[in-house]
Nanobody, 129 residues
Framework: QVHVAESGGGSVHAGESLQLSCTFD??????LGWYRQAPGNEREAVAT???????NYADSVKGRFTISRDYGKMTLYLQMDNLKTDDTAVYYC?????????????????????????WGRGTQVTVSS
């Protein structure tokens, strides 16, 4: 089981920056990521990072957002620059199953598409014009 908890949301004006943080307690997680959900929309992937350090970004945030992690602090970050009003949403930290969970449940490993299993409660980001 993996526990994640995000923080750092707030209200800013368009063009400004915010950094979100997410603490995690399992270094063996196959991957970590950020998702967001705006009212009336489905939850969508924003950025992910795998155990081999491979990163992926949604086209809408590419060049503006940066995902990173610090194993020493056991913290995942999402640096958000040049925020737009369309970025307004609840942002969620997500974790994949651990390597050991994959091996036990399916005999698999950390390969394959990103598949979130554990979720934080969310942090609100509001961008005004």
């Amino acid at each position: 089981q993996v526990h994640v908890a995000e923080s750092g949301g707030g209200s800013v004006h368009a063009g400004e920056s915010l950094q979100l943080s997410c603490t995690f307690d399992a270094i063996s997680t196959c991957g970590l990521g950020w998702y967001r959900q705006a009212p009336g929309n489905e939850r969508e992937a924003v950025a992910t990072i795998r155990g081999d350090d491979t990163t992926n970004y949604a086209d809408s945030v590419k060049g503006r957002f940066t995902i990173s992690r610090d194993y020493g602090k056991m913290t995942l970050y999402l640096q958000m620059d040049n925020l737009k009003t369309d970025d307004t949403a609840v942002y969620y930290c997500a974790a994949e199953a651990t390597f050991f969970e994959r091996r036990k449940e399916s005999g698999g490993d950390c390969s394959g598409d990103f598949s979130p299993r554990y979720w934080g409660r969310g942090t609100q980001v509001t961008v005004s014009s």
